[in-house]
């Protein structure tokens, strides 16, 4: 992310330009986070089954290995969809912030 200049006092152009290098980085992490999902639920299934092996009355523990692993995969997209619509949230009212502070110096000016 960039550095900000900006003083507080005013809105300038790079706060979107920060909440835009956000978006990028939360989209592209996107399929890193799913690899690593799968991964992580290869390893917990191959688990599962090797306690299986030994103990055949478990055969249950796959079934809530799947519904946690599908509750795991919608947290992590509904986490995914929720931060995006923030950031294009706060950008919408940061250019909203921009065009009042235009409006009012041009008022004082003029």
């Known amino acids: 992310m960039r550095q900000r200049t900006d003083t507080g006092g005013e809105f300038r152009s790079g706060d979107t330009a920060d909440l835009e290098d956000l978006r990028e980085a939360l989209t592209s992490s996107v399929k ?4 690593l999902w799968a991964i992580r639920w290869i390893l917990g299934f191959a688990a599962i089954a090797l306690v299986v092996y030994f103990w055949p009355t478990l055969t249950w523990l796959f079934w809530v290995g799947a519904a946690v692993a599908v509750t795991s ?7 995914q ?6 950031i294009d949230a706060g950008k919408h009212r940061i250019q909203e912030y921009e065009k009042l502070a235009r409006e009012a110096e ?5």
């Open 106 to 110: 041009e008022k004082g000016n003029g």
């Open 32 to 35: 890193r986070r799913l690899i």
């Open 81 to 86: 969809v929720i931060a995006l619509r923030r």
């Open 73 to 79: 995969l919608v947290v992590m997209l509904s986490i």
